[in-house]
């Protein structure tokens, strides 16, 4: 009994004590961005056929739909031409500022809303990857996904070191921006374009309403108890998402393998030789051939494939053979994006991937990047190094500003001397069976508003 009731004690300590997986969000905020991101920049040149308001699927098509399953788009807040210009160019700019980890709290939910925006518009658009990128830009903003490989990290240590220089440092851009969002959200509301379903409303509210008291505890308050407790939700807050995003990437897997089971074609094992005869998903013809040529290649692949699928989420709590799966499944995703043309779909799977990734592996990875851009920018400047403000350096301790940069749980936030050094901390989610605590700066957790309801057969698309 002794035992397990410090199981327990432990395992809330953990939860609630730091934001868990950092190195992986972090991995998470960099590949959905980018994958939206490239997806933008490559279909420029088709964007109004996609979402334009005078595309295929038009703007009065598009009202009639989100009118019967109450999808939030901001696209049909006005038929324009420039607003819709207005909101796709807004749609990359966050996508870029999130992938660098700029005020990541405000990027993730700018991310959001360009995602649903865009997306909602034209259901009929896009491949499984979307339907991926749909529902993880939402679980992305309870996430402190900022504590590594982001601008953000930079600011919070080059503000530690100007607090132990005795400088003071206020932050007004946080304010600002989180003060035009707000300007935004209640002109929405004013001219009732928040209608339809409530959750993305709900969301967007509870976030605001979530920052602002964080901002207000951090600035009036003088006791360290109000931010200590708000530290503490925001951990279970991220950890409860990372919980979900795991929990929802062995589900695309097992729905997927255990469909393919059902499959006669995937049964006798021939299923992916019609794929790579299709027009549509030929790029390079020859490889295709190439590879369709062996019968028994294509039968190892097609079992294969579904052997993968099905046994991975009950191989997580192996270490090793999770990995041996993890690597397959991400080979097997890059190969479908060069030969059946889908880097998009690709992308999204391989970034819902590393979820599971070691830690330890993402410690190396974060450390070559960094030896690399110094390289590369010695090069660039004729001598000298880069700064390690992408570098991945954990924040052993921090300040709380308006972004929700973290700080000791005890009293007053502590600033370290000069003497103290930075080191990455042990790390933290290596797979869903050893996590290690590691802290957040990223911003404040978010009261969970509640999972959305799901929408009724007969409608079409996302109610989110």
């Known amino acids: 009994m002794n035992r397990f009731a410090l199981a327990v004690s432990t395992g809330i300590a953990r939860v609630t004590g730091a934001a868990l997986g950092p190195y992986q969000t972090a991995m998470i905020r960099i590949g959905f961005s980018a994958t939206w991101l490239l997806f933008l920049l490559r279909e420029f040149p088709h964007r109004q056929e996609l979402y334009g308001p005078d595309g295929p699927w038009s703007w009065n098509l598009a009202d ?36 660098l980890g700029w005020r990541t709290r405000a990027m993730s939910v700018l991310f959001m809303v360009g995602v649903l925006s865009l997306q909602n518009r034209s259901i009929f658009m896009g491949d499984g990857g979307d339907n991926v990128l749909h529902l993880m830009c939402v679980y992305l903003v309870f996430t402190r996904c900022g504590q590594v490989w982001s601008l953000d990290e930079r600011r919070a240590r080059r503000t530690r070191e100007a607090h132990a220089r005795g400088e003071h440092v206020v932050d007004r851009v946080g304010p600002a921006l989180w003060g035009v969002l707000g300007l935004v959200l209640v002109s929405a509301a004013f001219l009732d374009r928040l209608n339809g379903d409530p959750f993305v409303p709900a969301l967007l509210w509870s976030l605001w309403l979530a920052q602002a008291l964080w901002w207000a505890v951090g600035r009036f308050t003088r006791s360290g108890q109000s931010r200590i407790m708000l530290d503490v939700v925001a951990d279970i807050v991220h950890n409860g998402a990372l919980l979900v995003i795991m929990a929802e990437a062995c589900l695309i897997y097992a729905t997927a393998g255990w469909y393919k089971i059902q499959g006669s074609r995937w049964q006798d094992g021939t299923a992916v030789y019609y794929p790579l005869h299709l027009e549509s998903f030929s790029p390079w013809p020859a490889l295709a051939d190439l590879l369709s040529a062996n019968g028994v290649m294509v039968m190892l692949v097609t079992y294969g494939t579904v052997a993968v699928q099905v046994a991975f989420p009950f191989t997580l709590f192996n270490r090793r053979v ?82 929700g940069e973290r700080g000791p749980r005890t009293g007053a936030p502590k600033v370290p001397g000069p003497a103290m050094t930075e080191h990455p901390g042990p790390g933290s989610l290596a797979g869903p069976g050893d996590p290690h605590p590691g802290p957040g700066n990223s911003g404040p957790g978010t009261p969970d508003p509640g999972d959305p309801e799901n929408p009724d057969h007969r409608h079409v698309g996302f109610p989110a």
């Open 64 to 99: 009639q739909l989100i009118s019967i399953n109450g999808a939030f788009t901001a696209l049909l807040w006005s038929d324009g031409q420039f607003w819709f210009e207005t909101v796709y160019v807004l749609a990359a700019v966050s996508s870029l500022l999130l992938l």
């Open 322 to 403: 999770k990995n041996v799966l993890l690597a397959a499944m991400i080979t097997e995703h890059a190969v479908i994006a060069v030969v059946l043309g889908l880097p998009f779909f690709s992308l999204a799977m391989i970034a819902a991937d590393s979820v599971f990734l070691p830690t330890s592996f993402l410690r190396r990875l974060g450390e070559m990047s960094a030896r690399a851009r110094g390289r590369l920018w010695t090069r660039l400047r004729g001598g000298g190094g880069l700064g390690a403000g992408l570098s991945g350096e954990r924040n052993p301790s921090g300040r709380h500003d308006f972004e």
